[in-house]
């Protein structure tokens, strides 16, 4: 099997290639929009990039499990200590507004634990990406740049700066906010709320609604990496691969 920086290449590239597709279906204004089983928005370009992610991961002949992939039963799944967790549109439903809070998430998981991750911003032109063991880094108007490690938080500091998500406002996160003293709220959708936290422009994101492994893993990577945390609320980290792949609630910080 490849190293882990020789994965993350591929990773890297898997994500570049499907943001390029995603943007052309993006401008067209073609979404060939549908609805799955659970009334979730699919479009064309959920397909496209999936297709073309899996094409390159095919190669490192590590199982894939992706949201727009087959249904793999568990029977089978359980027997892989390895595993590609791949999202590739997260936050279809900002991708249908067009206001760019969308990614493209791939992340590869050993163990259940994020090791890698790949977070990619295709209209805000922004790759994040990171190895648990080295840290991570964000791409900007082409430049690398090494991301610092996560603050220390304290929960009882006045003004907190707290990333919720401009669909799912649950009445769980209302009622975490008010544990907290005039914290300031910012809105965004999809991993992108992790990543303010990876960049230090958040202090917290609670997550009390419903969300699926492939929403989360690539963006656990990257905030693992540098030293952050990606809890239940029993303060244990999520884990991955799971019989039920549904999230239980969280919080970042």
Same mark, same amino acid.
């Given at each position: 099997?490849?190293?882990?920086?020789? &994965?993350?290449? +591929?990773?890297?590239?898997?994500?570049?290639?499907?943001?390029?597709?995603? $943007?052309?279906?993006?401008?067209?204004?073609?979404?060939?929009?549908?609805?799955?089983?659970?009334?979730?928005?699919?479009?064309?370009?959920?397909?496209?990039?999936?297709?073309? =992610?899996?094409?390159? $991961?095919?190669?490192?002949?590590?199982? +894939?499990?992706?949201?727009?992939? @087959?249904? =793999?039963?568990?029977?089978?799944?359980?027997?892989?200590?390895? &595993?590609?967790?791949?999202?590739?549109?997260?936050?279809?439903?900002?991708?249908?507004?067009?206001?760019?809070?969308?990614?493209?998430?791939?992340?590869? @998981?050993?163990?259940?634990?994020? =090791?890698?991750?790949?977070?990619?911003?295709?209209?805000?032109? &922004?790759?994040?990406?990171?190895?648990?063991?080295?840290?991570?880094?964000?791409?900007?108007?082409?430049? +690398?740049?090494?991301?610092?490690? =996560?603050?220390? /938080?304290?929960?009882?500091?006045? *003004? $907190?700066? @707290?990333?919720?998500?401009?669909?799912?406002?649950?009445?769980?996160?209302?009622?975490?906010?008010?544990? /907290?003293?005039?914290?300031?709220?910012?809105?965004?959708?999809?991993? &992108?709320?992790?990543? /303010?936290?990876?960049?230090?422009?958040?202090? +917290?994101?609670?997550?009390?609604?419903?969300?699926?492994?492939?929403?989360?893993?690539?963006?656990?990577?990257?905030?693992?990496?540098?030293? *952050?945390?990606?809890?239940? /609320?029993?303060?244990?980290?999520?884990?991955?691969?799971?019989?039920?792949?549904?999230?239980?609630?969280?919080?970042?910080?």
């Amino acid at each position: 099997m490849k190293n882990l920086d020789q &994965l993350l290449k +591929i990773a890297r590239e898997a994500s570049s290639e499907a943001s390029k597709a995603i $943007l052309e279906v993006y401008n067209s204004e073609e979404f060939d929009l549908e609805l799955k089983g659970d009334n979730s928005p699919l479009t064309k370009a959920d397909k496209v990039s999936h297709q073309i =992610i899996e094409t390159h $991961l095919k190669d490192t002949g590590i199982p +894939i499990l992706s949201e727009e992939g @087959v249904d =793999i039963p568990y029977e089978l799944r359980k027997d892989w200590d390895m &595993l590609w967790i791949v999202d590739p549109l997260d936050g279809t439903k900002e991708f249908i507004k067009r206001n760019g809070e969308f990614t493209v998430n791939i992340a590869l @998981v050993e163990n259940g634990v994020p =090791i890698l991750g790949v977070v990619e911003a295709p209209v805000l032109e &922004l790759q994040y990406f990171g190895l648990n063991v080295k840290g991570s880094w964000v791409k900007r108007d082409g430049k +690398i740049h090494k991301l610092a490690p =996560i603050n220390k /938080l304290n929960f009882s500091q006045e *003004g $907190l700066k @707290v990333v919720a998500s401009r669909s799912h406002l649950s009445q769980e996160t209302q009622e975490f906010l008010t544990t /907290l003293t005039k914290p300031e709220i910012t809105s965004m959708g999809s991993s &992108l709320k992790f990543m /303010l936290i990876a960049e230090g422009k958040a202090d +917290i994101y609670p997550r009390f609604a419903p969300t699926m492994e492939w929403d989360t893993a690539a963006s656990q990577a990257i905030i693992n990496s540098l030293g *952050g945390n990606v809890v239940n /609320l029993e303060n244990r980290s999520l884990l991955y691969n799971k019989k039920n792949l549904l999230n239980p609630f969280f919080k970042v910080y």
